[in-house]
């Protein structure tokens, strides 16, 4: 019998395709409602500020530290309020399988560096009385309320005035009625971090990842094993042996040179709120600041145990867990 040869596949498949986000604004496709009894928003949003470490006690009963002081490198994301411009109602459409927009009810004043992200607005969407009786007369249908919020980078340290803007479903009850009530209640209202999550709570966080050059070879993008150089190469040893048959056409599977990091979204679990601040001198290094952000100008702040995905000043998206 010959030798069988095995050789594990080099290369994750988990995160194709490796392609540029759409957006600089991650948005997760399952938002998870852990059900309070009280409406709430689902997510927040907040900017990456940098990372430090902190000496905590270690909590977990199957750990051989238990009880114990350890050191965790920790993540701090600077939390400015989030700022809620508008909500739409959704509607199910059993034929086509999609959710469908009844309308959506707008604050009357936009802020101006709202309109930076938005120039022009329809003047029919600040008709608030119309748009809500419409979404009133329609409640029997409704299956999903999503608040439009806007960022604030202006009482952040990024230094920038132009908001991102994304959809944050509204949950913690199936009463719709208490839902639309409470999206109404804090239509251009300011929504800041305690509001929504509370310190050791873990949550799943989602990011654009840090860019690693526009162009990356096999070698170093799936880390393909690098052929021998002294032997019939002469068309280069960084590369593969073949990438299959062109008829039928060539698989997806097949290590490629292309993108690699800078515009990946990815999502990253289970990350643990240790700390959640309203002084955001607390955790700014006192010489300078954050390296490559600064400080933390005194606003809300949460520390991550962990890392989180992204360069610094990337906007990080949050959720339940």
Sequence with gaps: MGLKIHRPK???MAYYPRKRAESLVAKFRVWPDPRPGKPILLGFAAYKAGM???VVIDDRPTSPFYGKEVVRPVTILDAPPIKVIAFRAYTYDPWKNLKLSLGEVWMPDVPKDILRKIPVLPPEKF????????ILDNVDVITEVRAIAATQPRLSGIGKKTPEILEIPIGGVDDV????????SILGKDVNINDVFSEGQYVDVAAITKGKGGLQGVVKRFNVKILPKWHKHRK????????????PALTFTTPRPGQMGGLHKRTEYNKRILRIGMNGAEVTPPSSGFPHYGIIKGGPYIVLEGTVPGVVKRLVTLRFQ
């Design 127 to 134: 008709n608030k009385e119309e748009m809500m009786k419409k």
């Design 177 to 184: 009625n208490q839902i639309i009530k409470f999206a109404d």
């Design 236 to 247: 280069g040893y960084r590369r593969i042996g073949a990438i299959g048959p062109q008829n």
């Design 10 to 12: 080099r290369g994750s």
């Design 52 to 54: 430090a470490h902190a």
